[in-house]
């Protein structure tokens, strides 16, 4: 069966500071990789996917930049952070002409 | 424009009670619909999913949704909900020529014992 997992679960760092936090699928080879942010209150608004090794197709301008170094692994980095970069960092990955995606625990990022 | 309404921002149900959350979409292309749960500090769990065929479909926990063309809707319904139901539920849809997903808003449900 497929997993996926996300670390770190919990982040705090100052603004100005560097971010990565990364996302790996196990179980299954060659899936579409998403970012999504969930800022407190509000839906998820995707901010990467990709549908294979360094390809990455961005969906807002902003702080934020995402890697894909290996199949199975998507990174989401930033060089300074933001106060408006804290919020509920959730991953998800779906294969082929599944739509469904599963999504992982999730990161809480908070920009202090 | 390609997008997802959920009409209820936050609806409280005694324990027991029935259950229907609203969903409404737009999209240009055969709608693939389904629902998410999210408690609280996790990730979403796919609820269940229609893709086509039998237009009332079931889920896990006891839900089942009902896809109606007409009117574009894709409601969530349960006979008798659970304490352990109180989450947010996310309506998406999905289709076409693209791999990606548009979410609804989202709907917080509370459930007084």
């Known amino acids: 069966s497929q997993t996926i997992h996300q670390w770190p679960a919990t982040l705090v760092q100052p603004v100005g500071s560097p971010l990565s936090l990364e996302c790996t699928v196990e179980?299954?080879?060659?899936?579409?990789l998403y970012w999504y942010r969930q800022a407190a209150g509000r839906g998820l608004q995707l901010l990467f996917y990709s549908v294979g090794i360094g390809q990455i197709s961005s969906e807002v301008p902003q702080n934020l930049s995402a890697s894909r170094p290996q199949d199975r692994q998507f990174i989401l980095s930033s060089k300074k952070l933001l106060l408006s970069d804290s919020g509920f960092y959730l991953c998800?990955?779906?294969?082929?002409?599944?739509?469904?995606?599963?999504f992982g625990p999730g990161t809480r990022l908070t920009v202090t | 424009a390609q997008s997802v309404t959920q009409p209820d921002i936050h609806i409280t149900v005694s324990e027991g009670a029935s259950l229907e959350l609203r969903c409404n979409y737009s999209y240009g292309a055969t709608p693939y619909l389904f629902w998410y749960v999210q408690s609280p500090g996790q990730g979403l769990q796919l609820l269940l999913k229609y893709f086509s065929g039998d237009t009332l479909v079931q889920g896990i926990k006891g839900f089942e949704a009902e896809f109606k063309r007409s009117q574009s809707s894709f409601n969530l319904r349960k006979p008798s909900v659970h304490w352990s139901d109180a989450a947010e539920y996310f309506c998406?849809?999905?289709?076409?020529?693209?791999?990606?997903?548009?979410f609804g808003t989202g709907t917080r449900l509370q459930v007084f014992p």
């Open positions: 179980g299954t080879s060659n899936p579409n």
């Open positions: 998406a849809v999905g289709g076409g020529n693209t791999d990606k997903l548009i």
């Open positions: 998800a990955w779906n294969k082929g002409t599944n739509y469904e995606q599963y």
